[in-house]
């Protein structure tokens, strides 16, 4: 069972900057890993996820230009760099899993591992 915690998540102010971490239990090599996020009521939707090769990342349209995803595999870890943060990037930030060779999946469905989520707060 993948196990994944992330961190990072905070209150920032518009047009600031935050860096979120998934660090998961063991190796990561083969999975594609991804970020979603959440808000009350609503679907969890794709942020951003990044293929096992590295090669393949996909975007949500609000994160392009904005946030970056990136991964380590050694330390078994995915970043998400967020850039010129907005109001309406707050959510709970999900990170997940899925065992997975090629372009990663953009919907939730496929992960089959998620972590506990960490709240990013961008007052308006």
């Known amino acids: 069972q993948m196990q994944l915690v992330e961190s990072g998540g905070g209150l920032v102010q518009a047009g600031g900057s935050l860096r979120l971490s998934c660090v998961a239990g063991?190796?990561?090599?083969?999975?594609?890993m991804g970020w979603f996020r959440q808000v009350p009521g609503k679907e969890r939707l794709l942020v951003a996820a990044?293929?096992?090769?590295?090669?393949?990342?996909r975007y949500a349209d609000s994160a392009k230009g904005r946030f970056t995803i990136s991964r380590d595999n050694d330390k078994n870890t995915v970043y998400l760099q967020m850039n010129d943060l907005r109001p309406e990037d707050t959510a709970t930030y999900y990170c997940?899993?899925?065992?997975?060779?090629?372009?990663?999946?953009?919907?939730?469905?496929?992960?089959?591992?998620w972590g506990q989520g960490t709240q990013v707060t961008v007052p308006g």
């Open positions: 997940a899993s899925e065992l997975r060779y090629g372009p990663p999946a953009t919907y939730a469905g496929p992960y089959t591992a």
């Open positions: 063991r190796a990561i090599t083969y999975y594609a």
């Open positions: 990044i293929a096992s090769n590295i090669n393949s990342t």
